[in-house]
């Protein structure tokens, strides 16, 4: 028989650090069912018959966010056989807002005090032996990262499980447990006797959920929660909240001490009073990132390792594709299997690759970062702007990072905790221009602004602009609805990195690229290739003839649905948006084909044909769509890593590119008048009707928003 432990903690407390302590190599990790939550499962190390679920982290056994659904549904539901709660010792007011909730569930628990190494290097002290008898529950001090008390904490939970230990509750107050004793009689029969008090708190508390469940619970217990709430001049849930922060002053008073003198000078607090100052901290951060930036992408001059890197990668394949070809020559191997490994799988897949040294330093940068704690404060910093577009300063992170490239941008997303902000940012990210986008715009400018620097820079605000109104108008959905993560309350102290820690983030990201590259992204290439090296009698005819090919006759389909933008009488603009799934920057070679350019004079030829192609408008339009539209294959593939599946990587691509639809249109239609080009009436209508269903989104009352989030910050 195996035995069933639940580790359960506030975020950041370290519950994956000791997840990973206690299991070793033993474990497995998949997603929650119905949410993309790490679900991660491991056999205890030295055990045969203790094994360790991985809860979410959450600050309350509420019902609002997907986190802490999982981790009151499970604990309630599933019964494991033990909760081991995870607690950071450095923050005890916080974290037993959470053990209380547990205790009452019954179930045998043990509480693990981490971070005991700061607490002693802080000079505090922590009376182990009081905090245990006034929980009513086994406590351990330990230190996860210094792999410090975690034998006797295994001992205490396998004693737990032996013994059948059921916690007992902390009192919450004579009144209050007056109201409670009520609920429980009423709830009687209705719930499983062991966790009855449990129920009984939460009915007591208002819990939604729980209050459509058994209404009649609801009902029979209405006039004892008035006249609670009458008692004490308060609502219920504030009440019991209250009640918990008195029980846990109780249960601190006395048993912890802390060194003043230490406590306020500690270096973490000192270098956060500049990092995080309302008005330094900004510019501090554009700095860091310069820095960062400047030594992995470079500028001007100077080449940045991560560029350097990606020259050579590109260099190394370009050469090998060059022999591959060589190869296939000299020994007559068939054209078709040459097109097909030389021009589709090798060129597109080559494409790909070479983004991996650039996106590898890039994560490994901001991994470093992140470790250092340096992250959370610009997510700190960060907090009141994207607040105020329903998403949490942790987006922003990511967003920066897609400035370089989308795929790291989008697995950056992973450090959000809330589900909701996830996804959203997941599938937010790609509308920043990433560095294979440049090209693009370079040629735009070039051809039809004169080379003028302000289309980059509408580029970008364009992108931020995208990713703002998509927060406002996608947490509408019901599958995003919520409220964003709590304010950032705590900033973890800094610490060097842990290397080992940092790699392992690298390289699980650099592997999901190149599995990716291998799978999804190779069968695109493949697919395209064959579009493009086959005429519709399906002959082959031929490496980059795209001309005559199936994809002309597919974009000289599909090309009429862009007419209305102005870019749609020109089949291979269309052509150009296709191959630039590939990589962005195949749209200005994809041109070059196309319009029969040489390779050596792309540059001015290509421009002029644009210009006499397309007005002004029309071609930031084209510019627009292609930077909001679905992105390469690669970041389609890390989108769908982050999702979790399929069909919301399908929803977040059909909303990139019907917003990037209406975009498109408006800035053609708006744009020529503004410019005072030739615009038709008909596009002219779309984009007004465009403009309304934007409109109407953004100011559409949010159906999901309820009284969510309901963190314990709110309730202080
Ligand atoms: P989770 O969010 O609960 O999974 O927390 P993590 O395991 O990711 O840890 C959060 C941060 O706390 C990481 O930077 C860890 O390195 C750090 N950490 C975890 N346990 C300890 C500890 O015992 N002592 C110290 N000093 N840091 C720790
Ligand atoms: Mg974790």
Redesign the pocket.
């Known amino acids: 028989m195996t035995f069933t432990i639940a580790l359960v903690?506030?975020?950041?407390?370290?519950?994956?650090?000791?997840?990973n302590k206690l299991t070793g190599s033993n474990q497995r990790v998949g997603n929650w069912p119905g949410v993309t939550i790490d679900k991660k499962v491991g056999r205890i190390r030295g055990t045969d018959d203790l094994e360790l679920v991985d809860l979410p982290?959450v600050y309350s056994l509420s019902p609002y966010t997907p986190e802490e659904i999982v981790s009151r549904n499970f604990l309630v539901e599933e019964r494991p056989d033990a909760v081991l709660n995870?607690v950071d010792a450095t923050n005890l007011e916080r974290n037993l807002y959470l053990t209380l909730q547990i205790l009452d569930t019954g179930i045998p628990t043990v509480v693990a005090l981490?971070?005991?190494?700061?607490v002693e290097k802080q000079g505090d002290s922590i009376d182990v032996k009081g905090l245990s008898k006034k929980l009513g529950c086994p406590v351990v001090p330990?230190?996860?990262?210094?792999g410090i008390g975690i034998d006797e904490l295994v001992g205490e939970v396998g004693k737990a499980i032996d013994n059948k230990a059921v916690s007992e509750p902390v009192p919450l107050g004579e009144r209050v447990e007056a109201s409670i004793s009520i609920a429980e009689s009423a709830l009687k029969g209705k719930v499983p006797d062991q966790s009855i008090r449990w129920y009984a708190v939460k009915m007591v508390e208002g819990d939604v959920t729980l209050s459509e469940e058994y209404p009649d619970v609801k009902s029979g217990i209405a006039d004892e929660v008035s006249a609670l709430e009458k008692d004490l001049d308060d609502d219920a849930d504030s009440i019991i909240a209250d009640a918990r922060y008195n029980a846990i002053s109780g249960i601190i008073d006395g048993n912890v001490k802390k060194s003043k003198k230490n406590h306020e000078d500690s270096f973490s607090d000192k270098v956060d009073r500049i990092v995080t100052h309302r008005i330094l901290g900004i510019p501090i951060f554009i700095g860091v990132l310069g820095v960062l930036f400047l030594g992995i992408i470079g500028y001007g001059d100077i080449v940045g390792i991560g560029t350097y890197c990606t020259d050579w990668l590109n260099e190394f394949i370009g050469g090998l594709i060059e022999s591959a070809n060589a190869w296939c020559d000299e020994n007559g191997v068939n054209p078709i299997l040459q097109g097909l490994l030389v021009d589709g799988i090798m060129s597109g897949v080559g494409a790909v690759i070479g983004f991996l040294p650039q996106m590898l330093i890039l994560f490994l940068g901001m991994c470093i970062l992140e470790?250092v704690?340096y992250m959370a404060r610009v997510a700190f910093i960060m907090d009141r702007v994207f607040r105020f577009f329903g998403l949490s300063g942790k987006s922003f992170i990511p967003v920066l990072v897609g400035t370089g490239c989308g795929v790291p941008g989008i697995m950056a997303s992973r450090t959000i905790e809330s589900e909701r902000d996830r996804r959203i940012t997941a599938m937010t990210v790609t509308f920043i221009p990433c560095g294979a986008k440049l090209p693009v715009i370079a040629m735009i400018a070039g051809a039809l602004f004169g080379g003028n620097g302000l289309v980059a820079i509408f580029s970008y605000v364009l992108g931020v602009v995208c990713v703002l109104v998509s927060g406002i108008i996608l947490k509408k959905w019901k599958s995003l609805s919520g409220t964003p993560t709590p304010f950032i309350m705590e900033l973890?102290?800094y610490?060097v990195p842990?290397v080992i820690?940092v790699l392992k983030a690298v390289i699980d990201r650099g592997w999901a690229f190149v599995k990716n590259a291998g799978t999804i992204i190779l069968l695109s290439c493949v697919v395209l290739w064959f579009l493009m090296s086959f005429d519709t009698s399906f002959n082959y005819i031929g490496a980059n003839a795209t001309s005559d090919s199936i994809l002309q006759i597919i974009g000289e389909a599909i090309c009429v649905v862009f007419v209305p933008l102005g870019w749609g009488n020109e089949w291979e603009l269309t052509v150009g948006t296709i191959t630039g799934l590939i990589a962005k920057e195949n749209i200005v070679g994809t041109f070059g084909v196309l319009y029969g350019i040489e390779a050596g004079e792309s540059g001015e030829g290509l421009e002029s044909v644009l210009a006499a192609a397309l007005t002004p408008a029309a071609g930031l339009g084209f510019l627009a769509f292609n930077l909001i539209c679905a992105p390469c294959f690669a970041a389609i593939g890390a989108m769908r890593r982050e999702l979790g599946n399929w069909r919301s990587t399908a929803f977040a691509v059909l909303y990139q590119c019907m917003l990037a639809y209406g975009v498109s249109l408006m800035i053609y239609a708006f744009g020529s008048i503004i410019l005072g080009t030739e615009v038709g009436i008909g596009s002219l209508i779309a984009a007004v009707v465009a403009l309304v269903i934007l409109a109407y989104f953004m100011l559409m009352k949010d159906p999901f928003h309820q009284n969510g989030g309901k963190a314990i910050g709110d309730s202080q």
Do not use: E
């Open positions: 903690g506030n975020p950041n407390c370290g519950k994956t650090m000791m997840f982290g995870i981490n971070m005991m190494d700061i330990v230190s996860a990262l210094k470790d704690g973890p102290p610490h842990s820690n």
